[in-house]
């Protein structure tokens, strides 16, 4: 009797260690191709999916909106073989599935009938896979659009089939912030996002980087608010650090810089030191291997356009990847695809 005690108590303890473990993060593993949002036009109005290789070569084309909608925010699956992207136009916002060489168009959400973005229905963006590639992490408004507000914007949660829909922040309407950009840990127990405080919340216009567990729904402020820290943040595939950038608005004068912070809101480190506002960086994305960073950045070849860059994941030895006339930007670096295609 005793014997199979200490053998059960073993296993046990052996069963703990193993699901002690952290899963993969989303993007672990080799190095894929680096997906990324291009505007068609100087007016960009319209704008499609590209994908390309780390060193710029073999520049693909994914997607094809229809004029006056632009295709934007894509995120890579875990197995490097899908991409999620939003769809964006006139009163219309929807989440999209698409396979990496642009087949199998498949859209996820959609508004009831009769209802459109920002009238009473809802507007939904900025998708997100998790570590499983089994679910998807997205922004959401609904309600109407009044006094430049949207009565409420939370992160929500659905299959990777886009059903069971269901909101994690901002349950209350009207919203005291509306949040964006959500992105895993991972684990796959939390999501960082960025919240824009609105309604009296203090202080007044604040921006900053949030994270939630989703098992409790504590939620933490993990940035200060001195640095206005949003745009598509992005967790470190070792789960050590969350990349992000700031000035997420643009306050004149003032460079958009890159910056990662541990998901305790300890240990701030800046990457990128511009200053004066003259060039800015934007979205960002480490690489599956973690030791290089892709992210836009503006000017760059001329004007007000944007590019994709890569560089090494302490801010050094930053080279471009795209050199258009175009506006290329908010890349998403994911893996070398695994499994069937």
């Not at 408004?141 to 009565?151: A, H, K, R, T, V």
């Not at 060039?279 to 973690?290: A, E, K, Q, R, V």
Request: with cysteine.
């Amino acid at each position: 009797m005793a014997k199979r005690l200490v053998i059960a108590l073993l296993a046990a303890l052996a069963w703990v260690s193993v699901s002690a473990l952290p899963a993969q993060a989303t993007f672990a593993g080799d190095n894929g191709r680096i997906a990324f949002r291009r505007f068609l036009d100087e007016g960009r109005s319209t704008g499609a999916v590209f994908t390309i290789n780390p060193d710029g070569t073999d520049e693909r084309r994914i997607t094809d909106p229809p004029p006056g909608f632009v295709d934007r925010n894509p995120d890579v699956s875990p197995d490097g073989r899908r991409i999620a992207f939003e769809r964006e136009g006139e009163n219309y916002d929807e989440i999209f599935v698409v396979k990496v060489d642009g087949s199998r168009l498949t859209q996820l959400t959609r508004n009831a009938p009769g209802a459109v973005c920002n009238f009473g229905g809802t507007c939904s963006g900025s998708p997100a896979w998790s570590p499983t590639g089994r679910q998807i992490a997205f922004r959401r408004g609904s309600g109407l659009f009044q006094d430049d507000l949207i009565e409420n914007q939370g992160i929500f949660v659905m299959n990777a089939d886009g059903s069971r829909i269901r909101q994690v922040t901002q349950k209350a309407s009207p919203a005291l912030g509306e949040d964006t950009d959500p992105q895993w840990s991972p684990d796959g127990r939390q999501l960082v996002f960025q919240r824009n405080n609105v309604r009296g919340s203090t202080p007044s216009d604040g921006v900053a980087l949030w994270t939630i567990t989703l098992a409790t729904g504590c939620e933490k402020r993990i940035t200060p608010w001195d640095l206005r820290a949003g745009d598509t943040p992005d967790w470190s595939p070792d789960g050590r650090r969350i990349l992000f950038r700031s000035n997420f608005d643009y306050l004149e004068n003032v460079s958009a810089n890159l910056y990662t912070i541990r998901p305790d809101g300890t240990h701030l480190r800046q990457l990128t030191f511009e200053q004066g506002g003259t060039l800015n960086y934007l979205g960002s994305s480490y690489s599956p291997d973690g030791k290089m960073i892709t992210m836009g950045r503006r000017p760059a070849t001329g004007g007000t356009n944007a590019d994709v860059f890569v560089m090494r994941a302490d801010g050094s030895d930053i080279r471009p990847v795209t050199a258009t006339a175009l506006y290329d930007s908010y890349p998403d670096w994911g893996p070398a695809p695994r499994g069937r295609h």
